[in-house]
């Protein structure tokens, strides 16, 4: 059963970058995104904010296939700045797993 | 297996810190496009390539060879080509590989935009071999830490010419130093605009009308974060040009796929593949502004349709 | 049969609703030859202005002396036609009124002869009963200017305070040794930011100033008798000391009881499952991070409805059906206290929201917006599933579902566990056996009409308002106090009030004091009295509501109700068969 990470969940809360809190999972992001993934970006985002840190490492290809094109910020209801959010979480992961700043 | 994204990354990371650009160029590359344009060398206003159009052949190469490698056992070296990469540039060598018309091209663009600026009564210079790469790629990738090294570096060569303004030539280069500069950058205070909104508010007018329809593709940066919808519509419009416009277009234009290029290849050509269906179903000629755009759809397009840079299309309008 | 009566039938035509299946016309001819009848006639519309106008003047014209009204239901029209008859003078109990709409032509759409029949026998029955009214007068009872009020918490104090403005002694009587009710216990209140100690303080500040209100802690009332404006209340004092006071009304504010989990519902008993109420005195004296036995607390899980929206099933035979309606509210605005404790000591704290519906109605809205904007997570849970906790390896685990990743199940390791807990009816045998008032299903004092009487009760002159009516914010316990406020008022400052004298009578004749009719009323009405060397019962005027199970259950027919006597109902019966017998 995937564990929530106090970890992760902090460093998100901490963060100024990552906000996706005003997101109220309407999905339209996901219907709109041009890679068609699934997790991309609305299950993706939840991940990170339950702070289900080992699922985030399980879709880290996905983090890094975002286009950060911005077709789903541009049609949030809720006004989620979604690339500015992906490229937080690859810092994140850069920095926690990749050793690159 | 897919290109390992840990160590592609790193690559590009330690060529931004050690050789001060994700793809590392000769000067006589970068700047061969200025030749005989006398354009003064720095200035307060300048123009500001980015090296983007310049890296296209380069990447174009490169992406030809790695997307020969994803999906092969040879990933797995990819680390070990990062350690080598430290001390020979491995990047210079794919870059021999690039087309000599297909460079050729991407100049003739570049050399185009800067007519046209004169064109329009622009005063500006260049940094020639000193201009750098903005960090785009490190930018969006997320390595923060060498992006701020990097954009400080770029920041103070704009201090140490004086400029103050600066006009780009691309969607990436133009968001990357006028919305990410300034968060990264303390007191960044350079106008950065696109050339395409100097065109626009400079009231150039066309000196021939064009009897052409063309079919044009929003760039995701310019449409979504940098506002530049309406100026090439305009600059288009007031040539006689008819645009068709695909469904998905202006504020919801569909990328092009290209962003992936590096990291996930064929990902890329699969998004490259279902913009360049859209575009086709609008009509033919499609015009793009950004080289990425333009490169990407182009091979898409695999011949069916004819893909090209709004610059040429400006060019022949605004006669220069 | 009686001596001959002056009565005036009128039958309505409802512009079509009872005429279209009732022959009102034939109805009217029907009765017309009555001996007792001396007007027989039919309106359009007989609540109408002309009409009624045309019936006063009938009234005198002819100096009818009884008046019976064949119309719509008594519900809709009975105190029109009741004014009417004072207007002309006629005594308004010696009006009868017949539904012939409702319990007629709309029941009888299908049968026109037969309707008209049936009519017929009806307006028989409402004539056979009107020949047979006394003219009668409503009761009058004096006020006295003084009020009870129970319980000190939030409610009471308001209320008590608001009395006392208008003029009225109040006498405020609390159970425990100090006042504020559970307010003293939460913190700070949402949604605007108010510790609930310091509002207990001012409301108290201004309690002791007033010198209409005198308060008595450690009190409790132990007896009750009188009527509505004029009560005998005793009070037990501290010490076995007691009080007795003469009040006009009773102000009953008593408030809830928090639900206390059964043993393992979401963990509790185990360390770190802890009610709202101690997480928000946790919150209320901590001037740093937050430390629960000794361990910094980093993750909080809050579960929502916890003793709130049950339903039945093996482990939970009598269920809280009800929503709590102050925990969404109150978990919210603690997300945000959460938030404002995480900015000041720099100290990330991860807050789940393991809710089933957020209802922060109204302007209470944006407390969840603010928690959730704020990053606390909200997981919704499901009754079929909920979540589940454990403590394990020392670990108190939450394990749950969350509906946003498609069901996936979540493990939670918190550092506490916060329950929101629902509110419970307080026990109170005590005032209950004094007072009777009646309960709802849930087992909070009921109201007479949760739309249009929302503080009064079956007991008149005794009035419900807060948490002891049901579950309220604290808002909602304020308004409702001052609801019952109005009533008071209302009732009191007039200086009288007029009951309806269709009450129950007592034959003493007959009576034998059997106390049967003391067991069936639920209204406390009977009392036992001497008369000479007689035992009868005694009907209190002011308490007896006329609803009657005190006829039926007396073996010597010896307590009637006033307006339906036995002799009137058999009257009613003799006449409405009469054309059966005729034939
Ligand atoms: C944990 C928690 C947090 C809350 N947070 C909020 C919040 O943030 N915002 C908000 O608006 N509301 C909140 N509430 C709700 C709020 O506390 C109540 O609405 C309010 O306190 C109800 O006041 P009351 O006077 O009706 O009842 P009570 O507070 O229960 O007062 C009743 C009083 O009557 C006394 N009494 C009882 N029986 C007798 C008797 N027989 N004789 C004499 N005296 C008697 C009791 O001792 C008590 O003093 C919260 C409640 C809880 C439990
Ligand atoms: S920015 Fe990323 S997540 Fe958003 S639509 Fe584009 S590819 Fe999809
Ligand atoms: S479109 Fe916006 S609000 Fe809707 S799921 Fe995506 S991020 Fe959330
Ligand atoms: S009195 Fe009743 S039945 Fe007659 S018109 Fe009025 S509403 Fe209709
Ligand atoms: S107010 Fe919210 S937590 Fe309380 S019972 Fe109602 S739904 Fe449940």
Redesign the interface.
């Known amino acids: 059963?995937?564990?929530?990470s106090?970890k992760l969940?902090?460093a998100?809360?901490?963060s100024e970058e990552f906000n996706a809190?005003?997101c109220m999972?309407c999905g339209t992001c996901t219907a709109v995104c041009?890679?068609g993934y699934e997790i991309l970006p609305r299950?993706l985002f939840?991940?990170v904010?339950?702070?289900?840190e080992d699922k985030v490492k399980e879709n880290?290809?996905s983090i890094?296939?975002c286009?950060?094109?911005?077709?789903c910020?541009?049609?949030c209801p809720a006004e989620v700045n979604i690339p500015e959010n992906i490229?937080?979480?690859?810092?994140?992961?850069?920095e926690n797993?990749?050793n690159?700043? | 297996m897919?290109l390992p994204?840990?160590d592609i990354?790193?690559i590009l990371?330690d060529n931004l810190n050690q050789r001060k650009s994700v793809l590392p160029m000769s000067e006589a590359k970068t700047t061969r496009w200025a030749k005989g344009l006398d354009l003064p060398m720095g200035g307060k206003t300048i123009i500001y390539t980015g090296h983007m159009y310049q890296l296209i052949p380069v990447i174009d190469a490169m992406a030809g060879q790695m997307s020969k490698l994803e999906d092969t056992p040879i990933t797995k070296m990819m680390g070990l080509g990062r350690f080598a990469n430290k001390f020979v540039n491995m990047t210079f060598f794919m870059g021999l590989l690039a087309s000599k018309t297909e460079q050729a091209d991407y100049d003739r663009m570049l050399r185009n935009i800067a007519l046209l600026l004169k064109k329009a009564g622009v005063d500006f210079g260049y940094l020639y071999g000193e201009e750098m790469y903005s960090g785009a790629l490190v930018?969006?990738?997320?390595?923060?830490?060498?992006f701020a090294k990097h954009a400080q570096r770029v920041c103070d060569l704009f201090k140490k010419h004086g400029v103050t303004k600066v006009i780009t030539v691309d969607p990436h280069t133009t968001h990357t130093l006028r919305t990410a500069y300034p968060q990264f950058v303390d007191g960044f205070d350079v106008e950065v605009k696109s050339y395409l909104e100097v065109l626009a508010e400079s009231g150039l007018e066309p000196t021939q009308q064009l009897d052409e329809a063309l079919t044009l593709h929003d760039s995701?940066?310019y449409a979504?974060?940098e506002g530049v919808v309406d100026q090439p519509r305009e600059l288009l419009g007031k040539a006689g040009v008819k645009m068709n416009e695909p469904d998905l277009c202006r504020?919801?234009?569909?990328?092009c796929?290209g962003?992936?290029e590096s990291?996930?290849p064929a990902?890329s050509h699969r998004?490259a593949g279902?913009?360049i269906d859209q575009l086709k179903e609008a009509g033919e000629n499609i015009t793009t502004m950004c080289p990425i755009c333009l490169v990407g759809l182009r091979k898409a397009a695999k011949g069916t349709v004819q893909v090209n840079d709004i610059s040429d299309t400006l060019a022949k309008a605004y006669g220069v | 049969m009686a001596q001959k009566r002056r009565i005036g039938v009128y039958v309505c035509y409802c512009g079509g609703n009872i005429s279209d299946y009732v022959n009102v016309e034939e109805v009217a001819e029907a009765v017309r030859n009555d001996p007792n009848v001396i007007v027989s006639k039919t309106h359009m519309f007989t609540c109408s202005d002309a009409a009624q106008q045309e019936i006063i003047d009938e009234i005198q014209a002819e100096k009818l002396d009884g008046l019976v009204i064949a119309s719509c239901s008594p519900k809709l029209h009975m105190f029109t036609f009741r004014g009417m008859s004072k207007r002309a003078d006629l005594n308004q109990y010696q009006y009868v009124h017949v539904n012939l709409r409702e319990q007629c032509s709309w029941v009888h759409t299908n049968d026109k002869t037969g309707a008209t029949k049936k009519g017929i026998s009806m307006v028989r029955a409402g004539i056979a009963k009107c020949v047979l009214t006394v003219p009668l007068n409503a009761i009058r009872i004096e006020t006295k200017p003084r009020v009870l009020v129970v319980g000190a918490g939030v409610s009471g104090m308001r209320a008590a305070i608001s009395l006392a403005d208008m003029g009225l002694a109040v006498f405020l009587i609390e159970r425990e040794a100090e006042v504020g009710g559970w307010a003293l216990q939460t913190g700070k209140m949402g949604p605007e930011a108010q510790e609930g100690t310091d509002v207990v303080a001012k409301l108290l500040a201004r309690i002791n100033q007033h010198e209409n209100i005198m308060l008595h802690t450690q009190a409790e009332v132990i007896g009750k008798s009188g009527n509505i404006g004029d009560f005998n209340v005793s009070v037990r004092l501290p010490g076995d000391e007691s009080l007795s006071l003469n009040v006009g009304a009773i102000v009953v504010t008593t408030g809830f009881e928090p639900y206390t989990p059964e043993p393992d519902e979401f963990g509790w008993n185990a360390p770190g499952v802890i009610p709202l109420k101690d997480f928000r005195q946790m919150l209320a004296e901590t001037d740093g991070s937050l430390v629960y036995n000794g361990k910094p607390v980093?993750?909080v899980a809050f579960i929502y409805c916890v003793g709130s929206r049950q339903s039945k099933s093996e482990s939970c035979t009598e269920p809280n059906t009800y929503c709590s309606r102050y925990c969404c509210m109150a978990t919210t605005y603690t997300a945000t206290l959460l938030h404002d404790l995480?900015k000041k000591t720099g100290q990330?704290v991860?807050q789940?929201h393991l809710y089933r519906d957020v209802r922060t109605y109204g302007a209470l809205e944006p407390l969840y917006e603010k928690a959730?904007?704020?990053?606390a997570?909200f997981?919704r849970w499901d009754p079929s599933d909920p979540p589940k906790v454990s403590t394990e390896a020392g670990q108190l685990t939450v394990?749950a579902k969350?509906h946003?990743?498609d069901g996936?199940?979540?493990?939670?390791?918190a550092d506490l566990v916060v329950l929101a807990t629902g509110m419970r009816p307080r026990e109170n045998a005590t005032l209950n056996d004094v007072l009777k008032i009646p309960e709802s299903k849930d087992g909070f004092y009921n109201e007479i009409h949760l739309k249009l009487r929302p503080v009064e009760t079956m007991i008149d002159g005794v009035f419900i308002a807060g948490t002891a009516q049901g579950p309220k914010t604290l808002a909602e316990s304020v308004a409702s106090a001052l609801a019952a406020v109005a009533k008071t008022g209302g009732l009191l400052m007039k200086g009288y009030v007029d009951l309806e004298p269709l009450i129950a009578k007592v034959d003493p004749d007959k009576c034998i004091w059997c106390g049967e009719c003391l067991k069936a009323c639920p209204y406390g009405a009977i009392e036992k009295i001497n008369v000479g060397e007689k035992e009868i019962a005694f009907v209190i005027e002011s308490m007896c509501k006329g609803a009657g199970p005190c006829v039926p259950v007396c073996p010597h027919d010896a307590i009637e109700i006033e307006g339906f006597r036995d002799d009137q109902i058999v009257a009613m019966i003799d006449a409405s068969i009469k054309e059966l017998e005729e034939k």
């Not at chain 1, 059963?1 to 929530?4: C, D, E, F, G, Q």
């Not at chain 1, 904010?49 to 289900?52: I, K, M």
């Not at chain 2, 930018?139 to 060498?146: A, K, V």
């Open positions: 059963m995937p564990k929530v106090s969940a902090a998100v809360k901490c809190d005003a999972h041009p890679m299950k939840r991940y904010q339950v702070g289900l880290i290809s890094y296939s286009l950060l094109c911005g077709m910020s541009e049609n490229r937080f979480l690859r810092k994140y992961i850069n797993e990749f690159l700043s | 897919p994204t840990k990354l790193g990371a930018y969006d990738e997320g390595i923060d830490g060498s995701c940066l979504r974060q504020k919801n234009t569909h990328c796929g962003p992936l990291l996930f990902e998004i279902n913009r | 980093r993750d995480e990330p991860n789940y959730r904007t704020g990053g997570i997981l394990k969350d946003l990743l996936e199940e979540l493990e939670i390791g």
